[in-house]
Protein backbone atom coordinates (compact mmCIF):
# COMPACT_ATOMS: atom_id res chain seq x y z
CA UNK A 1 0.00 0.00 0.00
CA UNK A 2 1.24 3.29 -0.80
CA UNK A 3 1.79 6.40 1.68
CA UNK A 4 -1.21 8.04 0.20
CA UNK A 5 -3.65 4.98 0.12
CA UNK A 6 -2.73 4.51 3.53
CA UNK A 7 -3.65 8.95 4.53
CA UNK A 8 -7.01 8.07 2.60
CA UNK A 9 -7.66 5.09 4.64
CA UNK A 10 -6.56 6.82 7.88
CA UNK A 11 -8.64 9.55 6.89
CA UNK A 12 -11.95 7.58 5.67
CA UNK A 13 -11.52 5.71 9.34
CA UNK A 14 -11.74 8.90 10.79
CA UNK A 15 -14.69 9.88 9.21
CA UNK A 16 -16.65 7.01 9.61
CA UNK A 17 -17.37 6.60 13.72
CA UNK A 18 -17.87 3.91 15.60
CA UNK A 19 -21.69 2.95 17.44
CA UNK A 20 -19.45 3.56 20.14
CA UNK A 21 -17.82 7.21 18.86
CA UNK A 22 -21.22 7.78 18.02
CA UNK A 23 -22.77 7.57 20.85
CA UNK A 24 -20.70 9.69 22.84
CA UNK A 25 -20.39 12.27 20.28
CA UNK A 26 -24.85 12.11 20.95
CA UNK A 27 -23.81 12.10 24.70
CA UNK A 28 -21.68 15.37 24.48
CA UNK A 29 -24.13 16.97 22.35
CA UNK A 30 -27.06 16.36 24.89
CA UNK A 31 -25.16 16.88 27.95
CA UNK A 32 -24.54 20.50 26.62
CA UNK A 33 -28.36 20.82 25.24
CA UNK A 34 -29.36 20.11 28.77
CA UNK A 35 -27.02 22.49 30.32
CA UNK A 36 -28.46 25.27 28.46
CA UNK A 37 -25.44 25.63 26.01
CA UNK A 38 -27.19 25.68 22.76
CA UNK A 39 -24.59 26.87 20.39
CA UNK A 40 -22.14 24.28 21.71
CA UNK A 41 -24.76 21.55 21.66
CA UNK A 42 -25.42 22.08 17.76
CA UNK A 43 -22.29 22.42 16.64
CA UNK A 44 -21.50 18.61 17.64
CA UNK A 45 -25.06 17.63 16.63
CA UNK A 46 -24.07 19.05 13.48
CA UNK A 47 -20.89 17.02 13.00
CA UNK A 48 -22.16 13.94 14.20
CA UNK A 49 -24.82 14.57 11.07
CA UNK A 50 -22.33 15.62 8.92
CA UNK A 51 -20.42 12.24 9.46
CA UNK A 52 -23.84 10.11 9.78
CA UNK A 53 -27.08 11.97 7.92
CA UNK A 54 -29.42 8.86 8.91
CA UNK A 55 -28.61 9.29 12.44
CA UNK A 56 -32.27 9.29 13.58
CA UNK A 57 -31.22 10.44 17.40
CA UNK A 58 -29.04 13.43 16.11
CA UNK A 59 -31.76 14.55 13.82
CA UNK A 60 -34.48 14.82 16.53
CA UNK A 61 -32.58 16.06 18.93
CA UNK A 62 -31.09 18.76 16.77
CA UNK A 63 -34.57 19.51 15.78
CA UNK A 64 -34.95 19.95 19.79
CA UNK A 65 -32.25 21.96 20.33
CA UNK A 66 -32.83 24.52 17.72
CA UNK A 67 -36.18 24.39 18.05
CA UNK A 68 -35.48 25.63 22.33
CA UNK A 69 -33.14 28.73 20.72
CA UNK A 70 -35.66 29.57 18.72
CA UNK A 71 -34.12 28.81 15.26
CA UNK A 72 -37.53 27.60 13.78
CA UNK A 73 -36.53 27.09 9.71
CA UNK A 74 -33.59 25.09 10.94
CA UNK A 75 -35.51 22.88 13.54
CA UNK A 76 -38.18 22.32 10.92
CA UNK A 77 -35.77 20.66 8.33
CA UNK A 78 -33.88 18.75 10.70
CA UNK A 79 -37.90 17.20 12.40
CA UNK A 80 -38.90 16.56 8.54
CA UNK A 81 -35.51 14.62 8.53
CA UNK A 82 -36.33 12.35 11.68
CA UNK A 83 -39.93 11.87 10.07
CA UNK A 84 -37.90 10.76 6.75
CA UNK A 85 -36.05 7.96 8.87
CA UNK A 86 -38.66 7.08 10.85
CA UNK A 87 -42.13 8.12 9.82
CA UNK A 88 -43.67 6.41 12.76
CA UNK A 89 -42.67 8.73 15.85
CA UNK A 90 -45.46 11.01 17.12
CA UNK A 91 -42.94 13.21 19.28
CA UNK A 92 -41.29 14.31 15.63
CA UNK A 93 -44.76 15.32 13.88
CA UNK A 94 -45.55 17.12 17.10
CA UNK A 95 -42.63 18.88 17.08
CA UNK A 96 -42.23 19.46 13.67
CA UNK A 97 -45.50 20.93 14.56
CA UNK A 98 -44.37 23.47 16.99
CA UNK A 99 -41.79 24.83 14.39
CA UNK A 100 -44.30 25.71 11.83
CA UNK A 101 -46.42 27.54 14.37
CA UNK A 102 -43.45 29.41 15.31
CA UNK A 103 -42.76 29.97 11.54
CA UNK A 104 -46.76 31.80 11.74
CA UNK A 105 -47.41 28.23 9.57
CA UNK A 106 -50.62 27.25 11.49
CA UNK A 107 -52.83 25.15 9.40
CA UNK A 108 -49.54 22.75 8.73
CA UNK A 109 -48.70 22.83 12.54
CA UNK A 110 -52.11 21.13 12.37
CA UNK A 111 -51.79 18.88 10.37
CA UNK A 112 -48.47 17.95 11.75
CA UNK A 113 -50.11 17.10 15.01
CA UNK A 114 -53.09 15.31 13.38
CA UNK A 115 -50.53 13.43 11.25
CA UNK A 116 -49.44 12.40 15.43
CA UNK A 117 -52.58 11.41 16.42
CA UNK A 118 -53.27 9.09 13.53
CA UNK A 119 -49.81 7.23 14.34
CA UNK A 120 -50.90 7.46 18.55
CA UNK A 121 -54.94 8.75 19.12
CA UNK A 122 -53.50 8.53 22.59
CA UNK A 123 -50.52 11.06 22.36
CA UNK A 124 -51.43 13.46 25.36
CA UNK A 125 -48.81 15.80 23.88
CA UNK A 126 -50.35 16.17 20.36
CA UNK A 127 -54.22 16.70 21.65
CA UNK A 128 -52.25 19.79 24.06
CA UNK A 129 -50.81 21.36 21.30
CA UNK A 130 -53.26 20.77 18.89
CA UNK A 131 -55.41 22.45 21.39
CA UNK A 132 -53.39 25.17 22.38
CA UNK A 133 -53.25 26.00 18.42
CA UNK A 134 -57.36 25.88 18.11
CA UNK A 135 -57.55 28.68 20.75
CA UNK A 136 -54.98 30.58 19.14
CA UNK A 137 -56.91 30.61 16.16
CA UNK A 138 -60.31 31.58 18.17
CA UNK A 139 -61.74 28.25 17.52
CA UNK A 140 -62.98 28.02 21.18
CA UNK A 141 -65.20 25.03 20.76
CA UNK A 142 -62.25 22.49 18.55
CA UNK A 143 -59.87 23.66 21.47
CA UNK A 144 -62.45 22.66 24.10
CA UNK A 145 -62.59 19.32 22.16
CA UNK A 146 -58.92 18.31 22.53
CA UNK A 147 -58.09 19.32 26.01
CA UNK A 148 -60.98 17.08 26.60
CA UNK A 149 -59.11 14.75 24.45
CA UNK A 150 -55.91 15.14 26.71
CA UNK A 151 -57.67 14.88 30.09
CA UNK A 152 -59.36 11.91 29.48
CA UNK A 153 -55.59 10.72 28.33
CA UNK A 154 -54.19 12.21 31.99
CA UNK A 155 -56.88 13.09 34.21
CA UNK A 156 -54.28 14.67 37.21
CA UNK A 157 -52.51 16.99 34.27
CA UNK A 158 -53.04 20.67 35.65
CA UNK A 159 -52.35 22.05 32.70
CA UNK A 160 -54.85 20.62 30.90
CA UNK A 161 -57.89 21.45 33.26
CA UNK A 162 -56.14 24.84 33.32
CA UNK A 163 -56.12 25.54 29.56
CA UNK A 164 -59.64 23.29 29.25
CA UNK A 165 -61.03 26.02 31.78
CA UNK A 166 -59.55 29.21 30.49
CA UNK A 167 -61.29 28.08 26.68
CA UNK A 168 -64.96 27.68 28.41
CA UNK A 169 -63.91 31.50 29.59
CA UNK A 170 -63.15 32.18 26.46
CA UNK A 171 -66.80 30.45 25.73
CA UNK A 172 -68.29 32.63 28.52
CA UNK A 173 -69.01 29.43 30.49
CA UNK A 174 -67.34 31.22 33.65
CA UNK A 175 -68.68 28.61 36.34
CA UNK A 176 -67.40 25.98 34.51
CA UNK A 177 -64.40 26.98 34.02
CA UNK A 178 -63.40 28.40 37.48
CA UNK A 179 -64.33 24.74 38.62
CA UNK A 180 -61.34 23.21 35.85
CA UNK A 181 -59.12 25.82 37.75
CA UNK A 182 -60.52 25.05 41.24
CA UNK A 183 -59.70 21.28 40.24
CA UNK A 184 -56.34 21.72 38.75
CA UNK A 185 -55.20 24.09 41.52
CA UNK A 186 -56.15 21.20 43.99
CA UNK A 187 -53.81 19.08 42.57
CA UNK A 188 -51.08 21.57 42.47
CA UNK A 189 -51.65 24.60 44.81
CA UNK A 190 -48.73 27.05 43.72
CA UNK A 191 -49.37 26.41 39.53
CA UNK A 192 -48.85 30.03 38.60
CA UNK A 193 -50.26 29.37 35.36
CA UNK A 194 -53.52 28.07 36.42
CA UNK A 195 -53.44 31.22 39.31
CA UNK A 196 -53.38 33.89 36.05
CA UNK A 197 -56.32 31.57 33.87
CA UNK A 198 -57.99 31.93 37.08
CA UNK A 199 -57.61 35.10 37.84
CA UNK A 200 -58.67 36.48 34.42
CA UNK A 201 -61.85 34.56 34.45
CA UNK A 202 -62.52 36.07 37.72
CA UNK A 203 -62.46 39.63 35.85
CA UNK A 204 -64.52 38.40 33.58
CA UNK A 205 -67.22 37.17 35.89
CA UNK A 206 -66.95 40.89 37.67
CA UNK A 207 -65.56 39.30 40.88
CA UNK A 208 -62.66 41.42 40.81
CA UNK A 209 -61.40 41.56 44.35
CA UNK A 210 -61.30 37.94 44.22
CA UNK A 211 -59.39 38.51 40.72
CA UNK A 212 -56.79 40.65 43.21
CA UNK A 213 -56.39 38.26 45.94
CA UNK A 214 -55.92 35.73 43.30
CA UNK A 215 -53.24 37.49 41.65
CA UNK A 216 -51.66 38.51 44.65
CA UNK A 217 -50.83 34.66 45.56
CA UNK A 218 -48.99 34.73 42.13
CA UNK A 219 -46.86 38.18 43.69
CA UNK A 220 -46.41 36.28 47.06
CA UNK A 221 -44.41 33.17 44.62
CA UNK A 222 -42.97 35.46 42.30
CA UNK A 223 -42.74 39.38 43.15
CA UNK A 224 -41.24 40.13 39.97
CA UNK A 225 -44.50 37.66 38.10
CA UNK A 226 -45.28 40.78 34.72
CA UNK A 227 -48.34 38.62 33.40
CA UNK A 228 -49.33 38.62 37.55
CA UNK A 229 -48.75 42.44 37.19
CA UNK A 230 -50.58 43.20 34.28
CA UNK A 231 -53.60 40.99 35.48
CA UNK A 232 -53.46 43.18 38.88
CA UNK A 233 -53.78 46.33 36.97
CA UNK A 234 -57.02 45.06 34.84
CA UNK A 235 -58.59 43.84 37.87
CA UNK A 236 -58.06 47.40 39.49
CA UNK A 237 -59.34 48.94 36.56
CA UNK A 238 -62.71 47.35 36.96
CA UNK A 239 -62.86 48.41 40.69
CA UNK A 240 -62.17 52.29 38.95
CA UNK A 241 -58.77 52.02 40.98
CA UNK A 242 -57.31 53.70 38.30
CA UNK A 243 -53.98 55.28 39.56
CA UNK A 244 -53.44 52.13 41.29
CA UNK A 245 -54.09 50.25 38.19
CA UNK A 246 -51.34 52.64 36.65
CA UNK A 247 -48.68 51.72 39.04
CA UNK A 248 -49.07 48.02 38.23
CA UNK A 249 -49.17 48.20 34.39
CA UNK A 250 -45.85 50.48 35.07
CA UNK A 251 -44.08 48.63 37.28
CA UNK A 252 -44.77 45.63 34.44
CA UNK A 253 -43.03 47.68 31.99
CA UNK A 254 -40.08 48.49 34.37
CA UNK A 255 -39.73 45.00 34.91
CA UNK A 256 -39.80 44.25 31.21
CA UNK A 257 -40.09 47.22 28.64
CA UNK A 258 -40.83 44.74 25.99
CA UNK A 259 -44.17 43.43 27.26
CA UNK A 260 -46.59 45.37 24.40
CA UNK A 261 -49.54 44.30 26.19
CA UNK A 262 -48.97 46.32 29.51
CA UNK A 263 -48.21 49.34 27.25
CA UNK A 264 -51.65 49.02 25.49
CA UNK A 265 -53.66 48.21 28.80
CA UNK A 266 -51.72 51.39 30.16
CA UNK A 267 -52.95 53.69 27.64
CA UNK A 268 -56.26 52.61 27.59
CA UNK A 269 -56.33 53.50 31.96
CA UNK A 270 -55.18 56.77 30.50
CA UNK A 271 -57.66 57.01 28.08
CA UNK A 272 -60.35 56.49 30.76
CA UNK A 273 -59.40 59.34 32.76
CA UNK A 274 -59.02 61.59 30.43
CA UNK A 275 -54.99 61.49 29.84
CA UNK A 276 -54.86 61.14 26.56
CA UNK A 277 -51.51 62.69 25.16
CA UNK A 278 -49.88 60.41 27.65
CA UNK A 279 -52.13 57.28 26.27
CA UNK A 280 -50.80 57.97 22.86
CA UNK A 281 -47.43 57.79 23.40
CA UNK A 282 -47.87 54.77 25.34
CA UNK A 283 -50.20 53.59 22.85
CA UNK A 284 -47.52 54.25 19.61
CA UNK A 285 -44.86 52.50 21.97
CA UNK A 286 -47.03 49.38 22.22
CA UNK A 287 -47.23 49.75 18.51
CA UNK A 288 -43.68 50.11 17.68
CA UNK A 289 -43.09 47.25 19.90
CA UNK A 290 -45.40 44.99 17.93
CA UNK A 291 -46.00 46.93 14.87
CA UNK A 292 -47.84 43.66 13.62
CA UNK A 293 -49.95 42.56 16.68
CA UNK A 294 -53.80 43.18 15.45
CA UNK A 295 -54.30 44.82 19.79
CA UNK A 296 -51.22 47.43 19.18
CA UNK A 297 -52.40 48.16 15.50
CA UNK A 298 -56.37 48.33 16.97
CA UNK A 299 -55.62 50.38 20.08
CA UNK A 300 -53.43 52.68 17.58
CA UNK A 301 -56.33 52.86 15.13
CA UNK A 302 -58.65 54.30 17.99
CA UNK A 303 -56.60 56.68 18.61
CA UNK A 304 -56.30 57.71 15.10
CA UNK A 305 -59.68 57.88 14.76
CA UNK A 306 -60.37 59.42 18.15
CA UNK A 307 -58.21 62.52 17.23
CA UNK A 308 -59.97 62.46 13.19
CA UNK A 309 -56.69 60.89 12.18
CA UNK A 310 -58.93 59.21 10.20
CA UNK A 311 -56.67 57.68 7.05
CA UNK A 312 -54.48 55.57 9.39
CA UNK A 313 -57.49 54.99 11.55
CA UNK A 314 -59.19 53.09 8.83
CA UNK A 315 -56.50 50.95 7.98
CA UNK A 316 -56.15 49.99 11.68
CA UNK A 317 -59.14 49.50 12.31
CA UNK A 318 -59.19 46.35 9.97
CA UNK A 319 -57.07 44.72 12.92
CA UNK A 320 -60.62 43.96 14.44
CA UNK A 321 -60.35 40.65 12.10
CA UNK A 322 -57.49 39.44 14.14
CA UNK A 323 -58.94 39.92 17.16
CA UNK A 324 -60.35 37.83 19.53
CA UNK A 325 -63.66 39.28 21.47
CA UNK A 326 -64.87 40.19 17.67
CA UNK A 327 -67.99 38.20 15.88
CA UNK A 328 -65.72 36.14 12.59
CA UNK A 329 -66.03 37.55 9.67
CA UNK A 330 -68.86 35.87 7.15
CA UNK A 331 -69.40 35.68 3.88
CA UNK A 332 -65.46 34.86 3.83
CA UNK A 333 -65.62 32.91 0.71
CA UNK A 334 -67.01 36.15 -1.16
CA UNK A 335 -64.32 38.55 -2.53
CA UNK A 336 -64.21 42.04 0.09
CA UNK A 337 -64.27 44.71 -1.57
CA UNK A 338 -62.71 48.39 -0.59
CA UNK A 339 -63.17 50.71 -3.10
CA UNK A 340 -60.70 49.23 -5.64
CA UNK A 341 -63.48 47.67 -8.20
CA UNK A 342 -65.48 48.99 -10.11
CA UNK A 343 -68.66 47.99 -9.06
CA UNK A 344 -71.18 48.84 -11.96
CA UNK A 345 -73.47 46.04 -13.12
CA UNK A 346 -72.46 43.79 -9.81
CA UNK A 347 -74.07 42.68 -6.55
CA UNK A 348 -72.34 43.48 -3.58
CA UNK A 349 -73.56 42.41 -0.07
CA UNK A 350 -73.17 44.58 3.00
CA UNK A 351 -73.40 43.05 6.35
CA UNK A 352 -73.51 44.33 10.07
CA UNK A 353 -70.78 43.18 12.33
CA UNK A 354 -71.10 45.07 15.89
CA UNK A 355 -74.02 46.52 18.12
CA UNK A 356 -76.86 47.87 16.89
CA UNK A 357 -75.55 51.41 17.13
CA UNK A 358 -72.64 50.90 14.89
CA UNK A 359 -75.39 49.57 11.73
CA UNK A 360 -77.42 52.75 12.13
CA UNK A 361 -74.33 54.68 12.15
CA UNK A 362 -72.86 53.11 8.98
CA UNK A 363 -75.72 52.04 7.44
CA UNK A 364 -75.68 55.33 5.40
CA UNK A 365 -72.56 53.94 3.28
CA UNK A 366 -75.23 52.19 1.49
CA UNK A 367 -76.39 54.72 -0.30
CA UNK A 368 -73.13 55.38 -1.46
CA UNK A 369 -72.56 52.18 -2.86
CA UNK A 370 -75.33 52.06 -4.86
CA UNK A 371 -74.76 54.98 -6.38
CA UNK A 372 -71.56 53.71 -7.91
CA UNK A 373 -73.74 51.14 -10.14
CA UNK A 374 -74.20 48.33 -8.06
CA UNK A 375 -77.36 46.34 -6.67
CA UNK A 376 -77.14 46.26 -2.77
CA UNK A 377 -78.40 44.09 -0.05
CA UNK A 378 -77.72 45.68 3.31
CA UNK A 379 -78.07 42.68 5.91
CA UNK A 380 -78.82 44.11 9.50
CA UNK A 381 -80.28 42.91 12.82
CA UNK A 382 -83.88 42.05 12.72
CA UNK A 383 -85.16 44.51 14.81
CA UNK A 384 -83.44 47.03 12.15
CA UNK A 385 -84.88 45.91 9.08
CA UNK A 386 -88.16 47.71 8.91
CA UNK A 387 -86.75 51.63 9.27
CA UNK A 388 -83.83 50.74 6.85
CA UNK A 389 -85.70 49.36 4.41
CA UNK A 390 -88.24 51.86 4.27
CA UNK A 391 -86.06 54.31 4.29
CA UNK A 392 -84.12 53.32 1.66
CA UNK A 393 -86.85 52.13 -0.46
CA UNK A 394 -86.27 52.03 -4.13
CA UNK A 395 -82.04 52.53 -3.82
CA UNK A 396 -81.42 49.06 -2.04
CA UNK A 397 -82.56 46.26 -0.76
CA UNK A 398 -82.44 45.09 3.38
CA UNK A 399 -82.50 41.55 4.62
CA UNK A 400 -82.58 40.66 8.35
CA UNK A 401 -79.51 38.91 9.21
CA UNK A 402 -80.51 34.73 8.91
CA UNK A 403 -82.26 35.61 5.79
CA UNK A 404 -81.22 33.68 2.78
CA UNK A 405 -79.18 35.88 0.60
CA UNK A 406 -78.38 35.39 -3.66
CA UNK A 407 -75.32 34.64 -4.63
CA UNK A 408 -72.85 38.05 -4.80
CA UNK A 409 -69.43 38.95 -6.67
CA UNK A 410 -68.28 40.90 -3.45
CA UNK A 411 -69.22 40.81 0.20
CA UNK A 412 -68.09 44.18 2.30
CA UNK A 413 -68.52 44.54 6.32
CA UNK A 414 -70.56 48.16 7.30
CA UNK A 415 -67.63 49.57 9.26
CA UNK A 416 -65.05 48.50 6.45
CA UNK A 417 -66.89 51.09 4.13
CA UNK A 418 -65.40 54.28 5.66
CA UNK A 419 -61.77 52.81 4.48
CA UNK A 420 -63.68 52.12 1.51
CA UNK A 421 -64.35 55.93 0.78
CA UNK A 422 -61.32 56.90 2.48
CA UNK A 423 -63.81 59.01 4.15
CA UNK A 424 -62.17 62.25 6.29
CA UNK A 425 -63.82 64.50 8.68
CA UNK A 426 -64.58 67.04 5.67
CA UNK A 427 -65.83 64.00 3.29
CA UNK A 428 -68.38 62.45 6.47
CA UNK A 429 -71.66 61.19 3.87
CA UNK A 430 -75.52 62.09 4.82
CA UNK A 431 -74.69 63.69 8.12
CA UNK A 432 -77.79 65.98 8.40
CA UNK A 433 -79.93 62.64 8.55
CA UNK A 434 -80.59 59.86 6.22
CA UNK A 435 -83.38 57.70 8.04
CA UNK A 436 -86.83 58.01 8.43
CA UNK A 437 -89.63 57.38 10.44
CA UNK A 438 -93.27 56.08 9.39
CA UNK A 439 -96.32 58.44 9.48
CA UNK A 440 -98.51 55.99 9.96
CA UNK A 441 -96.50 54.92 13.17
CA UNK A 442 -96.18 58.52 14.07
CA UNK A 443 -99.43 59.52 14.17
CA UNK A 444 -100.27 56.74 16.36
CA UNK A 445 -97.72 57.52 18.52
CA UNK A 446 -99.19 60.93 18.59
CA UNK A 447 -102.54 59.32 19.80
CA UNK A 448 -101.07 57.27 22.30
CA UNK A 449 -99.14 59.98 24.07
CA UNK A 450 -101.98 62.35 24.23
CA UNK A 451 -101.88 66.00 24.73
CA UNK A 452 -98.46 67.73 25.88
CA UNK A 453 -98.10 67.77 29.77
CA UNK A 454 -95.38 69.89 29.81
CA UNK A 455 -93.20 72.62 27.74
CA UNK A 456 -91.76 69.86 25.64
CA UNK A 457 -90.92 66.41 25.85
CA UNK A 458 -87.79 64.84 26.13
CA UNK A 459 -87.12 60.95 25.56
CA UNK A 460 -84.59 59.42 27.81
CA UNK A 461 -82.06 56.46 27.64
CA UNK A 462 -79.77 55.91 31.06
CA UNK A 463 -78.71 52.62 30.28
CA UNK A 464 -77.01 50.25 27.16
CA UNK A 465 -76.74 46.87 26.61
CA UNK A 466 -75.27 45.07 30.13
CA UNK A 467 -72.80 43.07 28.01
CA UNK A 468 -71.22 45.88 26.35
CA UNK A 469 -67.65 45.84 27.65
CA UNK A 470 -67.94 49.05 28.60
CA UNK A 471 -71.52 49.61 30.12
CA UNK A 472 -69.95 50.18 33.55
CA UNK A 473 -69.00 53.65 32.42
CA UNK A 474 -71.63 54.72 29.79
CA UNK A 475 -74.79 53.34 31.64
CA UNK A 476 -76.27 55.57 34.11
CA UNK A 477 -79.05 55.32 37.07
CA UNK A 478 -82.69 56.60 36.31
CA UNK A 479 -82.65 58.36 39.72
CA UNK A 480 -80.14 60.82 38.77
CA UNK A 481 -81.68 61.85 35.94
CA UNK A 482 -84.52 63.00 37.52
CA UNK A 483 -83.48 66.78 37.49
CA UNK A 484 -84.64 66.52 34.00
CA UNK A 485 -88.54 66.37 34.76
CA UNK A 486 -88.40 69.72 36.06
CA UNK A 487 -87.38 71.14 31.98
CA UNK A 488 -90.12 69.02 30.45
CA UNK A 489 -92.14 65.67 29.99
CA UNK A 490 -89.98 62.62 30.35
CA UNK A 491 -90.25 59.79 28.55
CA UNK A 492 -88.29 56.63 28.81
CA UNK A 493 -87.06 55.47 25.48
CA UNK A 494 -85.40 52.48 26.25
CA UNK A 495 -86.98 48.75 26.58
CA UNK A 496 -85.05 47.23 29.44
CA UNK A 497 -84.85 48.21 33.31
CA UNK A 498 -82.03 47.59 35.64
CA UNK A 499 -82.36 47.68 39.15
CA UNK A 500 -83.68 49.92 41.16
CA UNK A 501 -85.28 51.77 37.98
CA UNK A 502 -88.72 50.59 39.53
CA UNK A 503 -88.33 52.35 42.29
CA UNK A 504 -87.61 55.70 41.01
CA UNK A 505 -90.12 55.13 38.75
CA UNK A 506 -92.88 54.73 41.67
CA UNK A 507 -91.21 57.38 43.43
CA UNK A 508 -92.29 60.23 40.58
CA UNK A 509 -95.11 58.69 38.34
CA UNK A 510 -94.94 61.98 35.99
CA UNK A 511 -91.77 59.88 34.52
CA UNK A 512 -93.67 58.36 31.47
CA UNK A 513 -92.60 54.73 30.37
CA UNK A 514 -92.83 53.39 27.27
CA UNK A 515 -90.47 50.80 26.79
CA UNK A 516 -92.72 47.69 27.48
CA UNK A 517 -94.93 49.11 24.66
CA UNK A 518 -91.80 49.74 21.72
CA UNK A 519 -91.85 47.32 18.83
CA UNK A 520 -88.90 47.20 16.63
CA UNK A 521 -86.56 50.50 15.87
CA UNK A 522 -89.40 51.67 13.28
CA UNK A 523 -91.46 51.83 16.46
CA UNK A 524 -89.38 53.84 18.35
CA UNK A 525 -88.07 56.02 15.08
CA UNK A 526 -91.90 57.05 15.08
CA UNK A 527 -91.68 58.02 18.81
CA UNK A 528 -88.54 59.86 18.89
CA UNK A 529 -90.24 61.86 16.05
CA UNK A 530 -92.72 62.97 18.44
CA UNK A 531 -90.31 64.55 20.66
CA UNK A 532 -88.69 67.70 20.82
CA UNK A 533 -85.35 66.01 22.16
CA UNK A 534 -83.41 63.60 23.04
CA UNK A 535 -81.18 62.51 25.75
CA UNK A 536 -79.40 59.73 26.00
CA UNK A 537 -76.23 57.94 27.16
CA UNK A 538 -73.87 56.28 23.81
CA UNK A 539 -76.49 53.46 23.02
CA UNK A 540 -78.28 53.07 19.71
CA UNK A 541 -81.03 55.62 20.81
CA UNK A 542 -78.62 58.60 20.07
CA UNK A 543 -77.36 57.13 16.92
CA UNK A 544 -81.16 56.83 15.80
CA UNK A 545 -82.16 60.36 16.97
CA UNK A 546 -79.02 61.56 15.09
CA UNK A 547 -79.54 59.86 12.07
CA UNK A 548 -83.09 60.94 12.03
CA UNK A 549 -82.09 64.54 12.48
CA UNK A 550 -83.26 65.07 16.15
CA UNK A 551 -81.93 67.22 18.41
CA UNK A 552 -79.99 64.93 20.46
CA UNK A 553 -77.80 65.67 24.01
CA UNK A 554 -75.78 62.47 24.49
CA UNK A 555 -74.07 61.93 27.84
CA UNK A 556 -70.02 60.63 28.06
CA UNK A 557 -67.80 59.30 30.20
CA UNK A 558 -64.25 61.04 29.62
CA UNK A 559 -63.15 58.00 27.34
CA UNK A 560 -65.81 57.81 25.60
CA UNK A 561 -66.25 55.93 21.68
CA UNK A 562 -63.70 56.80 19.13
CA UNK A 563 -66.83 58.77 17.31
CA UNK A 564 -67.66 61.20 19.59
CA UNK A 565 -63.65 62.19 19.45
CA UNK A 566 -62.09 64.57 21.49
CA UNK A 567 -62.66 68.43 23.72
CA UNK A 568 -65.84 69.13 21.81
CA UNK A 569 -69.10 69.29 22.36
CA UNK A 570 -70.46 68.80 18.34
CA UNK A 571 -69.92 65.44 16.48
CA UNK A 572 -69.64 65.78 12.36
CA UNK A 573 -71.74 62.54 12.09
CA UNK A 574 -74.81 63.70 13.84
CA UNK A 575 -74.54 67.82 13.24
CA UNK A 576 -78.04 66.95 15.27
CA UNK A 577 -76.05 65.99 18.34
CA UNK A 578 -75.27 67.64 21.33
CA UNK A 579 -72.60 66.13 23.61
CA UNK A 580 -71.83 66.78 27.41
CA UNK A 581 -68.40 65.14 28.66
CA UNK A 582 -68.18 63.64 32.39
CA UNK A 583 -64.52 66.19 33.33
CA UNK A 584 -63.71 63.32 35.97
CA UNK A 585 -64.98 59.22 35.70
CA UNK A 586 -68.21 58.60 37.54
CA UNK A 587 -69.39 62.41 37.93
CA UNK A 588 -72.75 61.70 36.60
CA UNK A 589 -73.95 64.19 39.23
CA UNK A 590 -71.84 67.16 38.27
CA UNK A 591 -72.41 66.40 34.16
CA UNK A 592 -76.73 65.96 35.27
CA UNK A 593 -76.15 69.51 36.34
CA UNK A 594 -74.93 70.85 33.07
CA UNK A 595 -77.24 69.28 30.92
CA UNK A 596 -79.71 70.97 33.63
CA UNK A 597 -78.45 74.41 33.11
CA UNK A 598 -78.68 74.07 29.56
CA UNK A 599 -81.67 73.26 29.48
CA UNK A 600 -82.68 75.76 31.68
CA UNK A 601 -80.84 78.54 29.14
CA UNK A 602 -83.11 76.69 26.26
CA UNK A 603 -85.75 78.02 28.76
CA UNK A 604 -84.59 81.79 28.98
CA UNK A 605 -84.49 82.03 24.79
Not at 88 to 104: F, N, S, W, Y
Not at 140 to 157: G, R, T
Not at 169 to 181: D, H, K, N, Q, V
Not at 499 to 523: E, K
Request: proline share 5%.
Amino acid sequence: MSEGSARRTESSAHTEPTPHDAREALEEALRLHTQGDFDAAQVRYDALLARQPDHLEAAQLSGLCLLTAGHAERAAARFRRAIELDPRRPIAHVKLGLALKMLGQVEDALIAFDRALAIDPRYFEAWMERGITQAALDRPVNALACFDHAISIEPAHPGAMSNRGDTLRRLGRIEEALACFDHALAIDPGNVDVLLNRSTALRDARRNLEALDCVERILAIDPSNTAALNNQGNARVNLRRYDDAIESFTRAIDLDPGFAGAWINLANTLVTIGRHDEARVASDRALALAPNWPSALWNAGLHDLRTGRYATGWERYEARWQMSGFSLRRYKDIPLWLGKEDLRGKRILLWHEQGLGDTIHFCRYAIMVAALGARVVLEVQASLKTLIASSFKGMIDVVAHGDRVPSFDFATPLMSLPLAFATTASTIPFAPSYLKADPVRIEAWRARLGPMRARRRIGIACAGNPKHKGDAHRSVDLGLLVPLAQYGELIIVQKDRRRGDQATLDAHPGIVNVGPSLGDFSDTAALVAQLDLVISVDTSLAHLAGALGKPVWVLLPPHSDWRWELGRDDNPWYPSARLFRQRTVGAWGELVTRVCDALAALDAE
